[in-house]
């Protein structure tokens, strides 16, 4: 029996091999043109206690921004997508929301100027991974702290302190966007006008979690990964194909190949084979495929971390705070004594000492929570409570398995019941799962262009 | 950052290449013991054109057979279990389905004579590619042919003529167990009394394809596979453990989760790492740890296609047939000429001649029936229609994603629609998911119960 698929995989090694000899490293921002850098030149203290000792963050826009600044939309991003939500004259790819952003449009912007960035921890431009820690003029690689859909947020805040932006329109997102645009509201809940989330979630799902668990598994099982320093080898394409076949699953949903793919082979004609043979199956290698050199695996190990994390609840909220400021002050201390004043990044140690010292009474306490469903629910109220004065647009697709449609309705009755008066919560019935909000262009479209634009 | 799940991969392949130093080879069916074995000493022809010169079948049975050998159910199992589905004497270990057989249980063995049989293509005790070719004495590996579902059913009912069993009181099975329930009674419909399918299907859905396609990826990227060819090497644990945990996610459901494990950490004062770190992970881990060495690589593979190809329509049924008619014809004449007597095994090209021997205007029409959802479903009804004079109990659980629901619904609408008077279908709320076949004895036994006892 032949084996293309397995051959393939041996024969882009020897490929990215050969690409080696002498020739320039692999840069995966190399396919994003024509963004901005915000540069931060300050250290950022992360959630869990790491510090990034500056960071950059590509940004495009589009649209007018007005004399007073209170126009701007912040568009948050999916997981690996770059900033580059819609063509224009630096680049003139279509982007990921072509059809949603332009005159007249669902973001119209005639009236809006929209800012999008690419997450920190990403690799389209902005500081991850794979970018030079200036400690060692190397990749971070592994290196890099665990950051959270939080840290993402307050960088993009420091970037719109920089703009002179006070208070945004709206902050906007879907998927892992749409964590993002109520965790904006959270933190700066003074700074954001309205809050669109899209097929997104205010905490994690096991079953969400399980989805990208296993996509870091496979990635890491490539014996490309190497931990995480393969900046001057052969990446893990291998790994990455199989980690988006995985996703592919989880981004599209059952109606849609029913009706696409059905149960047709690739070439009827021939004896049924162990590689691609259904073209459901020629269709998720075709998806690894295109992806596999696309992205930075580290990036994909990172920011899916970031999301299995997020939780809007009240404690959890209050743990990272409690951290943040122990954090804080540790640092401090360390600049102002031992640690000399150009050493941003602190020993790792002194690090882990801060991160870890939560109180076994708090931890207890945390547990007992955890085995109550209605005490998290009241607990995730709470911490939904900071958005209570801004209209929010919640919506969910019947048919998305990663975000279920019931933790968009979550969101929506948290909201409703700590007194948020104008929360608008939509279901669509999309064929299309969790990309819907990629391809509906018009039921999507519609509804953020409603909230964006109605008068309260 | 420590990556201890990566760095336990690497310690198993260690320990595993010690162990090779003189020892025995591996034998995936020594952890089983206590079977029978049906041996079936002529070749037998798979629906694909392959051939197997012999074949053994593994087989448990379980309360007394009466006189006239009219009291005899066969028990189907799932993609990997064993036909250790009971403890009895001759190994006492509990079986997959312990609680549902015994005395006054599910299944009456005061009443009933069970046989549950390790299908062909397995690695306990069965024929499949973890056995020796005849050929060359060595393991067949992905030199074994393509099975079907079909193929798995015929070589079962080659063992009920040789033990003059002549019809089954009841062919029972739950997911793929539930697939060759149905495909013995479209097969062989005089032989068996009732049907039992349970969380199964008619046929196999793109969504599920892409499951098991996924799984297949990564157990087959694994370099340690070498094309199938591992029985005397290390053989491919990570892509297994890896395929488990992709398989765990759909054989588990959401709602068991956020109940078990919800957002919980397996150690809350540690900082979050990439490896397991929330319990859901912790739970997938061990789910791949405990199978990565239980069930035979390659078993997986051509198992899990024989899913994959599964539709009872009466188009495929029809293309098999001819199909089977042809290989048999050609066989026949290649064994009064050219080939010699006791070659079994006829070339490999002459069979890939009649495989692929299906005519263009054939493919064509079924190129176009499967644009068509109505023309499929009436395809599929035609298909039912054999079983329509045999009762049959269909039962789904809501919260299944790999069989969902809708498509125990479709068998059993499609057997009402044919004209089966006595077609019995359930739902289940049951928050377990696939697995739940596996866990709720009394709301699955009392199904299964009375269905096999009702008088008709």
């Not at 003139?92 to 960035?117: M, Q, S, Y």
């Not at 939560?358 to 995730?380: G, M, R």
Request: proline share 6%.
């Amino acid at each position: 029996m032949a084996f293309p698929c397995v051959d393939q995989l041996e024969q882009r090694t020897q490929k990215l091999l050969q690409s080696f000899d002498g020739g320039p490293e692999p840069s995966y921002s190399n396919p994003i043109s024509g963004y901005s850098l915000y540069q931060h030149n300050e250290p950022f203290l992360l959630d869990h206690g790491g510090i990034l000792p500056k960071f950059e963050i590509a940004y495009e826009s589009w649209g007018e921004l007005n004399a007073d600044k209170s126009n701007v939309i912040l568009l948050h991003t999916g997981l690996s997508a770059s900033s580059h939500a819609k063509s224009h004259p630096a680049n003139i790819a279509p982007g990921w929301w072509e059809k949603f952003i332009g005159p007249g449009l669902a973001i119209d912007t005639n009236r809006f100027h929209v800012i999008c960035t690419n997450v920190i921890g990403g690799c389209y431009g902005s500081t991850g991974p794979s970018s030079i820690d200036p400690k060692d003029n190397k990749p971070y690689a592994t290196r890099f702290p665990i950051i959270t859909i939080f840290d993402m947020v307050r960088a993009q805040f420091e970037m719109l302190s920089s703009m002179g932006i006070q208070k945004l329109h709206a902050s906007v997102g879907a998927s892992m966007g749409g964590m993002q645009s109520l965790a904006a509201a959270l933190l700066f809940k003074e700074r954001v006008g309205k809050v669109i989330s899209i097929s997104a979630a205010a905490r994690s799902h096991p079953y969400s979690i399980a989805l990208r668990f296993t996509q870091r598994q496979v990635l890491m099982a490539d014996p490309n990964w190497n931990k995480g320093f393969y900046y001057d080898k052969v990446p893990p394409h291998s790994g990455m194909k199989l980690a988006r076949e995985i996703a592919t699953i989880s981004y599209r949903s059952g109606p849609e190949w029913e009706q696409r793919f059905g149960r047709k082979r690739a070439q009827p004609s021939t004896t049924p084979s162990l590689c691609a043979d259904f073209l459901i199956e020629t269709y998720l290698d075709h998806q690894g495929e295109r992806f596999c050199l696309q992205y930075d695996p580290n990036s994909l190990l990172y920011v899916s971390k970031a999301m299995d994390m997020f939780d809007l609840s009240a404690s959890t909220s209050a743990e990272t705070a409690i951290r943040r400021a122990r954090n804080t002050l540790r640092l401090q201390e360390g600049k102002g004594s031992s640690a000399p004043e150009n050493a941003a990044t602190p020993p790792e140690e002194q690090v882990a000492a801060c991160v870890t010292a939560t109180p076994a009474a708090e931890l207890k306490a945390k547990e007992e929570l955890q085995d109550d469903p209605k005490a998290q629910l009241n607990d995730l109220k709470q911490g939904l409570s900071t958005v209570k004065d801004i209209p929010t647009l919640v919506l969910g697709i019947q048919s998305d398995i990663l975000f279920p449609v019931w933790q968009q309705k979550e969101v929506a009755d948290c909201l409703r019941e700590t007194g948020n008066k104008s929360v608008t919560y939509y279901e669509l019935d999309s064929m299309y799962g969790h990309d819907a909000f990629l391809l509906e262009v018009v039921n999507v479209g519609s509804a953020v262009k409603g909230h964006l634009e109605l008068k309260e």
